[in-house]
């Protein structure tokens, strides 16, 4: 049986993490280093953006400058996230073809989620995987993930909600919550939850790793050995941290907060009313964000939920699209209110 590396490099700032990450990429695609699961935490306490998006339209940084909140960017894609000194960072670094002999992008997020979500039911979550990258909680978000890859070499990353303060990240992100609490859109806990809102006392860091280990030693058969970083990638720390705390790494894609919009509208269906409010980049034709609101019954419970999901940083030409598809495959019962309703209210808001 193959043996990966078990890797737990403690708390550490979100520069020093992010180098990290570069470096076990760089490592792993030179073959220096065996296949390693890292586990991580932050302190302070951070943001970080996608490798594709720009500060100023995801973060608040005066907020985060009274809070104390690093600001940093990762090497992967994806959405801002808020990341609290308690909330457990995970991430597989590997060949390619440790995970499936035949590569293919999508099938290795649904596997790596699986054996995440798995770990988490050992601690007595009863959580699930929801495509393409998120894990749930009866519908209530509490790891996501994503990766980026290098040559032969993936790195796998996401984070677990540990003791959430939403308080933080609604102030640290860009999310014009205000606006869209004040009409109705209900709250964020709704969609998001944490191992402490969950249990009613969250296990040790260590049993939460533990789990988290187990899960992936069973998923891909092999055995893990704790161990430390190896010289060559303490150097690149060394060596390569200033670019990640330099203001050109961090602030490296530059784009006006005007570009963002929210959208609105709502419709009366035989069902009940539907509200939609919507957060789009204009000039790239982007739907940022869906939330749907309104007094119709919907099951399973999880399908509004599932939907707005579906539709995160979806181009707009392709809303109509994913709503039909969504129907087709999930086939959920919204009684009074079909995918065409859905579709004509998104229509009309993104009309306006």
């Given at each position: ?13 979100a520069a020093e993490n992010m180098c990290l990450d570069e470096a076990l990429l760089k490592t792993k695609e030179a073959g220096i280093i065996p296949n390693t699961l890292r586990f991580m935490k932050f302190r302070p306490h951070c943001v970080l953006v996608g490798f594709h998006q720009s500060v100023e339209q995801e973060v608040r940084d005066e907020f ?289």
């Amino acid at each position: 049986m193959e043996t990966w590396r078990l890797l737990d490099t403690g708390s550490r700032s979100a520069a020093e993490n992010m180098c990290l990450d570069e470096a076990l990429l760089k490592t792993k695609e030179a073959g220096i280093i065996p296949n390693t699961l890292r586990f991580m935490k932050f302190r302070p306490h951070c943001v970080l953006v996608g490798f594709h998006q720009s500060v100023e339209q995801e973060v608040r940084d005066e907020f985060c400058r009274q809070e104390g909140i690093e600001i940093n960017r990762r090497i992967s894609g994806g959405g801002a996230i808020y990341l609290g000194e308690e909330e457990l960072g995970w991430e597989l670094v590997a060949d390619k073809v440790s995970i499936m002999n035949r590569w293919e992008i999508s099938h290795a997020y649904k596997l790596l989620c699986e054996a995440g979500c798995q770990g988490l039911q050992k601690i007595g979550l009863p959580c699930s995987y929801r495509p393409l990258n998120d894990i749930e909680v009866e519908g209530r978000k509490i790891s996501g993930a994503g990766g980026v890859e290098s040559g032969s070499a993936f790195l796998f990353h996401g984070s677990i909600l540990v003791n959430f303060d939403l308080r933080l990240m609604l102030g640290a992100l860009h999310i014009p919550v205000e606006k869209l609490v004040d009409k109705g859109i209900g709250s964020f806990r709704e969609r998001v939850t944490s191992i402490a809102w969950e249990l009613e006392k969250v296990p040790p860091g260590e049993r939460i790793k533990s789990s988290m280990a187990e899960s992936f030693a069973e998923m891909f058969h092999v055995n893990f050995s704790p161990g430390g970083l190896t010289d060559w990638e303490t150097e690149y720390m060394e060596e390569n941290l200033s670019k990640f705390l330099s203001p050109s790494w961090i602030y490296k894609i530059k784009r006006p907060l005007e570009e963002e919009q929210i959208l609105e509208a709502q419709k009366k269906a035989p069902g009940g009313l539907i509200r939609v409010s919507l957060l789009v980049n204009e000039p790239r034709n982007i739907l940022k964000m869906a939330l749907i609101t309104g007094d119709f019954f919907a099951y399973p419970k999880n399908t509004i939920l599932d939907l707005e999901a579906r539709l995160k940083n979806l181009r707009c030409d392709r809303i109509e699209e994913s709503i039909i598809n969504f129907f087709k495959e999930r086939q959920p019962i919204i009684p009074g209110v079909s995918s065409g309703d859905l579709v004509s209210v998104f229509q009309e808001a993104l009309g306006k």
